[in-house]
């Protein structure tokens, strides 16, 4: 069975860090693509970043550009997100999601990603 699952979320307060990871169990990452979503109460979900383990090219929504970095480990079972100078904007429940391809898995619409986590909650608060 493909799972992931997410660990890191939690508490912070505004300019801090966080590091969120994502673990495959019964396959590994290689070919697929690894975005991260958000989703805040009454919004629609919003890819935050994506990693393509197939060319290691990374794109990252506007809103978290030059704060968050996505990388993944040589054994391609974990991906990380390190957050950084968190904004309470940045609040919501993060998941990440895996879609077998290339590099256009970056670019299509949440629903063509097969696995997701079940998310993990992330609150930027003072």
């Known amino acids: 069975q493909l799972q992931l699952v997410e660990s890191g979320g939690g508490l912070v307060q505004p300019g801090g860090s966080l590091t969120l990871s994502c673990t495959a169990s019964?396959?590994?990452?290689?070919?697929?693509?690894i975005s991260w979503f958000r989703q805040a109460p009454g919004k629609e979900r919003e890819r935050v970043v994506c990693l393509s383990n197939t060319s290691g090219d990374t794109e990252y929504g506007d809103s978290v550009k030059g704060r968050f970095t996505i990388s993944a480990d040589n054994g391609k079972r974990t991906v990380t997100l390190q957050m950084n100078d968190l904004k309470p904007e940045d609040t919501a429940v993060y998941y990440c999601?895996?879609?077998?391809?290339?590099?256009?898995?970056?670019?299509?619409?949440?629903?063509?990603?097969?696995?997701w986590g079940r998310g993990t909650q992330v609150t930027v608060s003072s």
């Open positions: 019964g396959f590994t990452l290689n070919y697929y693509a």
């Open positions: 999601a895996a879609g077998r391809g290339g590099d256009a898995m970056c670019r299509v619409p949440s629903t063509w990603y097969g696995v």
